[in-house]
Structure formats: C-alpha cells, structure tokens
C-alpha cells in the first residue's frame, strides 16, 4: 500500500504541474550553465517589466500576466521538455531564447498553432511568413546583421573593402553560421577575403583562433558569440592587440557581462545593437522604483539597465503591445494563442507609441505584415568606453543590403517549404 | 511470501535456462510488456512522451549498446556520443535520399552503417587496452563530431549545418516531423527498446557473449582456450555500435526532429551513456535500463518537485538538481559499487525468504 501511494505521488509529480493565470508566457531562460551570463540579465528585464505591468496597471487589459519560468541552460533537449510541459497551460508564445531550441520548436510550434517569437535569432528565413506563418523573427535578422556589420565596415574604410580581409569568430553552432552564407555572397560583392574562424561549445578555449588572427591580420573580426565565449574572445584579442575599434560582436556579444572581465582592455569594443543602451528611458525609474525597489524582481536588481536587461524590456514592452492589440482585435481579455499570433501579423508601434509607454528613442518603429514578419531590420552600432562602464550608441540605425539579403531569405524559406510539403500562402 | 521459487519445477533444459526461470519475475516481466504496449499508449500525452519516456526509451538502448561494449566486453568506450552521430546522420541521409523507404528500415540500416564505423575505430582495441583505448575512443568521438561539422555533405547543405528530420511514416502512421502522435512515436521507439534488450540478452548469454565475457575477464587465458580475440572483440564493437547507432538514429528522428552535432551528440552524451552503464549495473541488461531511468527520469523529477511543488527559483532547481544527482551517483556508488542491477538482486534474495528470513 505505502509503495502504490508512494508510485502514486511519484506519478503525480513527474507530471507538470499547472498553472492558473489567464495570459500564460512561458520564458525559456537560462540562468546556469556556460551561457548563463547572457541569458541572466536578459531573463531578468523580461521578467521584470512583465512584473511592472502587473503591479502597475493590473496586468494587460485586465488579465495579470504569468510568466513561467523554465530553466533551459541552452540545451535543446531541454528546452523540448520546457515546451511540452508548458504547452498545454495555453501558453501563448514561445520565446525560445537560443537558436538551436528555435529550430527544433518551428515546426512543432507551427503544428501546435502557437506563435513563436525568435528575437533577432533563430532561423532568418522565418522573415518570410508567407512559409513561416507562426513564426516571427523581429526586430531583424542575422543576415541584417552581417549585412550591416559589412557597410559599416565599408563606411569606416572610406566606402571600399576591396582587397580588405574579415575574419568572423563564430559560435561553431547553427547560431554562429548564421551569418556565413550573407557574408560569402558579401565578399564577392565587394570584393573583401572571409576567413571563417569556428569556437566550439562552450567557447573557453580560443587560443588558436586568435593565433590565426595574428597570422593572418584581418583588417575587421566580425563576432558571433554567446555566454563565455564573448569574454574570452575579447580576452583573447586584447591579448593578441587587436585594435578593439575593428572588432564588431553581433548584438548578443556586446553586453556588460562581456566586456566587464577584460577590464580596460575593450575599451573601445563595438557591438550591434536594435535598441537603447543605459536608463535614460521613463519605464526604466518605474521598474526601478514599483518592481526592484519593491523587492519583486525576478533576479537580484543587479543587471538593471545592462545590454541584456533592455532586450529583455524590449521584448517585453513589443509583446505587451501585441498582447494588448490581440485584445482589441479579438474583443476579449483573454486572448489564444492564434488571436496573437493575427495581432502581431498586424503589429504597429509606432516611435510615438514607445514615447507613451515610457521607451521613447529607444527602438525604431516596428510595422508588421502577414508576408514579412521582421520590421523594422535596422541596426545600429554601439561602443564600449571602459572607463565610465557605459555603452554609447555610435551610428543611426542602419538598414542592410536588402539586394544580398531578401533574395537569400526567399531561396532559404522556399527550400525549407518544399522539404516539408508547405503551401505557401499567397497574403493578400 | 509471494516472490518465491517452491513449486517452480523445470522438467527440461529449455525452461531452466530462461531468462526469468521464477514464474513470478516471468509474469511481472509480462505484466510490464503488457502496460508498456496495451495500456500506455491510450493515455500517454505529449509531455509524458517528449519529455520523459522517449529519452528513456532511447538511452536506454544506447546504454544496452554501451553495456554490450564496457560490461559484457570489458572494452572502454568514450565514443558514444559520436557513434550516436553516425547513426543519426544515417538516418538522415537515408530519409532524405529515398523518402519512400520506411523509416523502421532507415533506422535498421542507420544501426548497420553505424557497426561498420564501430568496427573500424575499434580496430586500435586489438592492441591497446583499457584507459589507453579510452583515448583512442575518445579521439573517435571528437573525430567524428568534427566529420558532421566539417563536411556540408553530411547535412545537405543546410545554412545553418543543422540536420532537421522531414516527415516519415511507418505503414502510414506517422512517427518523424512534428505531425506525429505521441502514441506512434511511442510504440515506435518501444519496439527498438525491447527488440534490442531481447537480441542483446540472447547474444550475450549464447556463445558470442560467452566469448565476449572470456575476453572482459582475462583475454590471454581466452585466447589460450580458443577465443579468436579479434572475432569477440569486432563483434562486440559492432553490436555495440549497431544499438548505439540505432539509438543516435531515434534520437535525432523521433525525439528531437532537429539535430545540431557539437550540441546534441559532444562529449557529454558519451559520459551520460557511460554513468547510465555505471550506475545501472555494468554487464547487465536489466541494469542498462536501470540506469537510463535513474539519469533521465531523476532531473525531471526533482525539476518537477523543486519548481512544481515548492516553487523555488528555476536556476537553484537547477543547481540543486546537479548537486542531488552527483551526491546520490557518489552514495549509490559507495553503497553498492556494482550498481542498481545489483541492488535489484539483493532485493530479490531478501524477498525470497521475506517475511521469515532465517
């Protein structure tokens, strides 16, 4: 008897338990592992924001919103039991927050019926929504990324790479080769050498890939990092001196927690970036003082106003706007998943927009539709200055090459419709 | 008082030798297959499927392959996680190439192209032994993950080198892409599960095993008796390596669907594989199972009670889960170092004379 109650309670627990909120948004974080020290700060500005609109307003329209935390630590067979264990809770959009988690989940998303939402990663090609209809890749792609990482180099060396050599340090992942067919077919158009420089999980040994670049002296080293990799590559090549003002990371490889160890050695360190950097946002005073202050954040206040910590209010402000669209839209508070994901098809917000909720400046203006489901594909440049422990954005938002890159998206989505027998839909 | 062995005669050698000779470890055993077939499929559910019988089912047929190779063989192997890899990348190649075929007969024949690797990085066992042929191992996984990476042939040419399985049918039930039941994938991989503990159990008690169990036990007094080491020692690789390869196969098709090589098969999956054996019970096909329960069902479990249950922070469940696991793999070994199939033994003999021990 005591094993059958005993078998029982196992049974009962190794079941998910459930959740009783109304507007459900499981967060796929990582707060260990390897990768932690970008997936915290990240987690937190998601997670506290959300918190925000709870205690502030109530929720959105009325409904409290419920984060559910899930621990993934990047690893995708984790992330796959995180998904089935919140899917059933209606759970109304998955952020995967990795790129490898993001390919596995397209298609089970997609035949579940709920939205995904891949933040400027994941597969560039979701941009096409005439193939991807649940998925979402904004406010830009990778391939927007190398594009625009590519023209500002060009900018800097007086409108002309020819003859010029790149290097890209990248995450030897399906992340970090994002950027590498964008970048091939860059380098025939302007005429510049790719040497392509692969880091292995988890990234802590690189001393041979920086060895290649003192052989090799690239006049730029683009990045494609995450977690530790960041901050030894940038260990690595203030080691190796590498002027810092020619080493350009992707926007998830320029946060504090990446340059902070190497000290003054990335000073002057570039990153993209899609949006703000620093607290001189309203919305910003108001976590501080309803959410942290309250002692109701998610970590513990640290990461305030960090890189990280502003994607993650990005994202969270951009979904709360889709939220509460879906519920005009729909005519009820408590909105499905498939309400949103017919909101955020339609998604506008507009630079007036982020001005009322408290973010004005900080992010371009977002429009969306059924056949593009990116906007607005800008990217800025931002600087590391070590001495004030600040990032400062350096350019306006840039738009990449859309001659290079559109073409790219349209062959990669329509290959990946045909492997699955997927229609595409016509959007009219 | 139930489990006990009065009144259990054998009247011929068939019925002595079988692999549950007590009628009550029989009826469980067909109680179980019973479940695990006629009555699970009705109720199982997504989550339950993904999230904790799929990973089961699969590890532990890898862990038969590994056990085939380190317990039955005494072979070390660190290469699993890379022959796991080739039997996916198999599966893949041959699911895209000729997408009429059934899959069952892709993931037999991934098994089969995953032997002949093993076979051939296990060449280097004929000359060198134990931590030394763990390195040579080793270097066949690194090798291997490197080949997956390296060569846009093995993933189609895909942008993102991921490998991603496109929807196949066995008879017309569907079990790869994401249209799937979680029943049919279920049953699908069940079958594997409990054809490959069936095939591993009846080779390793008939004379490949015995010749096998001879090499792991002393190989010079094998081979003086008439063991030809080079036919028990590519035999095991290659069993082994068809289970692993099948395995690796599965894993990529019906569990995950999307397969990126460094994440999914580096050297960690090696290492799981090689505690499940450790911990289960080397040389024991029962233990293989133990073990790959013990790994996979225990972090969801305490994920569930940390976070489910007393709803603490997902990152200390995280590290708390770490530090459980490692304390009870360290008690488990300092308590009965020859695993939980051992464990499971000394239960039975106590039962046997439960509830009058004398």
Redesign the interface.
């Known amino acids: 008897m005591k094993l059958k109650l005993l078998a029982a309670t196992?049974a009962a627990?190794?079941?998910?338990?459930p959740a009783f909120a109304d507007l459900t948004i499981p967060a796929l974080?990582y707060?260990?592992g390897p990768y932690?020290p970008s997936g915290?700060p990240y987690a937190d500005g998601f997670s506290d924001y959300m918190t925000l609109l709870n205690e502030r307003d109530g929720g959105i329209g009325g409904e409290m919103v419920n984060v559910v935390?899930?621990?993934t630590?990047y690893?995708?067979?984790k992330g796959?039991?995180c998904y089935?264990?919140t899917?059933?809770d209606n759970a109304l959009l998955y952020i995967p927050q990795s790129?490898?988690i993001t390919?596995?989940l397209i298609?089970?998303a997609?035949?579940?019926g709920i939205p995904i939402w891949s933040l400027a990663y994941g597969?560039t090609s979701a941009v096409n929504g005439k193939v991807f209809e649940w998925v979402f890749n904004l406010p830009v792609t990778y391939w927007d990324g190398a594009s625009v990482a590519v023209k500002y180099a060009m900018e800097q060396e007086g409108g002309s790479l020819e003859g010029k050599k790149i290097a890209l340090v990248y995450h030897?992942?399906?992340y970090g080769?994002?950027p590498?067919?964008t970048l091939e077919k860059l380098s025939e158009k302007h005429g510049f050498e790719l040497v392509l420089l692969?880091v292995?999980?988890p990234g802590q040994e690189q001393k041979s890939q920086w060895l290649q670049v003192r052989q090799q002296r690239p006049d730029y080293v683009f990045m494609w990092g995450w977690g530790v990799m960041n901050q030894v590559a940038i260990q690595e090549a203030a080691n190796v001196r590498f002027p810092m003002d020619k080493f350009i990371g992707i926007w998830w490889s320029g946060s504090e927690a990446d340059v902070l160890p190497v000290g003054d050695g990335a000073n002057g360190y570039k990153s993209l970036t899609f949006h703000g950097a620093g607290t001189d946002f309203p919305v910003f005073g108001e976590i501080k003082s309803t959410v942290i202050d309250a002692g109701k954040a998610a970590g513990d206040g640290t990461k305030w106003g960090e890189v990280g910590y502003n994607k993650g209010v990005y994202t969270a402000a951009v979904l709360a706007e889709a939220i509460r669209a879906a519920q005009e839209a729909s005519g009820k508070s408590n909105i499905s998943p498939a309400d949103l994901r017919d909101a955020l098809e339609s998604l506008e917000v507009t630079e007036a927009r982020f001005e009322e909720i408290g973010l004005g400046g900080f992010a371009p203006a977002i429009s969306l539709s059924c056949a593009s489901h990116s906007s607005p594909r800008l990217a800025a440049i931002q600087q590391w200055n070590a001495a004030d422990k600040t990032w400062s954005v350096l350019t306006d938002y840039m738009e990449p090459d859309f001659e290079i890159v559109d073409p790219l998206i349209e062959e990669?989505s329509m290959a990946y419709a045909s492997?699955?027998?997927i229609e595409p839909r016509s959007c009219e | 008082m139930i489990y006990r062995e009065a009144g259990d005669f054998s009247t011929t050698y068939q019925q002595d030798s079988q692999t549950f000779p007590i009628r009550f470890d029989r009826y469980r055993y067909y109680a179980i297959l019973a479940v695990a077939f006629l009555l699970v499929p009705f109720f199982i559910n997504d989550y339950w499927a993904n999230a904790i019988l799929l990973p089961f089912l699969i590890y532990a047929i890898a862990a038969i392959g590994l056990n085939i190779l380190v317990g039955y063989c005494g072979q070390v192997s660190l290469g699993t996680g890379g022959f796991m890899a080739v039997g996916a990348y198999a599966c893949y190649k041959l699911m895209t190439s000729f997408p009429d075929v059934n899959i069952f007969f892709h993931v037999i024949l991934a098994g089969f192209v995953t032997a002949g690797v093993g076979v051939i990085f296990g060449l280097p066992s004929l000359r060198i032994k134990g931590f030394y042929l763990a390195v040579a191992t080793l270097a066949a996984q690194f090798f291997l993950v490197w080949m997956f990476n390296k060569f846009g042939w093995f993933y189609n040419y895909s942008a993102s080198g991921q490998i991603n399985a496109p929807e196949r049918s066995v008879f017309g039930i569907v079990v790869t892409g994401p249209n799937t039941h979680a029943w049919a994938t279920y049953l699908f991989c069940l079958v594997f599960c409990v054809g490959a503990a069936l095939i591993a159990r009846n080779l390793t008690r008939g004379t490949m095993g015995r010749t096998w169990m001879a090499i792991r036990d002393m190989d010079i007094a094998a081979e003086i008796i008439g063991v030809n080491p080079l036919k028990a020692k590519m035999t095991a690789f290659a069993v082994s390596s068809f289970f692993v390869g099948v395995a690796g196969a599965l894993f990529f098709s019906v569990y995950l669907g999307a397969v990126e090589v460094t994440e999914a098969f580096g050297i960690q999956k090696s290492f799981i594989v090689l505690f499940m054996i450790i911990i289960g019970g080397m040389g024991s096909i029962f233990g293989s199972f133990a073990g790959a329960a013990f790994i996979v069902l225990l972090p969801v479990f305490l994920k569930n009670v940390l976070v489910g249950g007393f709803g603490w922070a997902t990152d200390v469940a995280a590290h708390l889960e770490l530090m459980i696991l490692g304390g009870l793999i360290i008690t488990f070994l300092i308590l009965e170092p020859h695993g939980l199939a051992a464990f499971w033994k000394t239960i039975k003999e106590k039962l046997r004379l439960w509830p009058f021990p004398h």
């Open positions: 196992a627990l190794m079941a998910a338990a974080n707060r260990t932690a915290i935390e899930c621990e630590a690893n995708t067979e796959v039991e089935e264990q899917k059933g790129t490898g390919y596995q298609p089970k997609s035949a579940d597969r030897n992942s399906a080769k994002e590498i067919r692969a292995d999980h990669d492997e699955n027998g």
